[in-house]
């Protein structure tokens, strides 16, 4: 709640930052990092401690959500058919491994 009984919005980040894709990206596909699979809601912390990490170095604060988070950043990768880095997939690999079915 903010000042006064307002209820603040959540702030959305990017599952992978702008900056980190858009090595990867033509400037026509820019526009498309908005679409709503790129975007989560999360607190304004931890969007600033997540900055253009990726899931080798960042995972989200609660553990619960790493499954999701991880199929999160698969998906977009997927979408827009990009790679992964070798740590990047080791660090994918083992929240999917610590993941319940």
Same mark, same amino acid.
């Given at each position: 709640?903010?000042?006064?009984?307002?209820?603040?919005?959540?702030?959305?980040?990017?599952?992978?930052?702008?900056? *980190? =894709?858009?090595? #990867?990206?033509?400037? #026509?596909?820019?526009? #498309?990092?908005? $679409?709503?699979?790129?975007?989560?809601?999360?607190? *304004?912390?931890?969007?600033?401690?997540?900055?253009? @990490?990726?899931?080798?170095? +960042?995972?989200?604060?609660?553990?619960?959500?790493?499954?999701? $988070? *991880?199929?999160?950043?698969?998906?977009?990768?997927?979408? +827009?058919? =990009?790679?992964?880095?070798?740590?990047? +997939?080791?660090? =994918? @690999?083992?929240?999917?491994?610590?993941?319940?079915?």
């Amino acid at each position: 709640m903010g000042a006064r009984g307002e209820v603040k919005a959540p702030n959305t980040g990017h599952v992978i930052t702008s900056d *980190a =894709l858009f090595d #990867d990206f033509v400037t #026509d596909q820019r526009e #498309d990092l908005s $679409y709503p699979l790129h975007l989560i809601a999360v607190s *304004a912390s931890s969007n600033r401690s997540k900055g253009d @990490q990726g899931p080798e170095s +960042w995972k989200p604060p609660n553990t619960a959500f790493w499954c999701q $988070y *991880a199929t999160a950043w698969i998906n977009v990768k997927q979408t +827009w058919v =990009l790679t992964a880095t070798p740590t990047e +997939w080791q660090a =994918l @690999q083992m929240v999917s491994a610590t993941s319940s079915s």
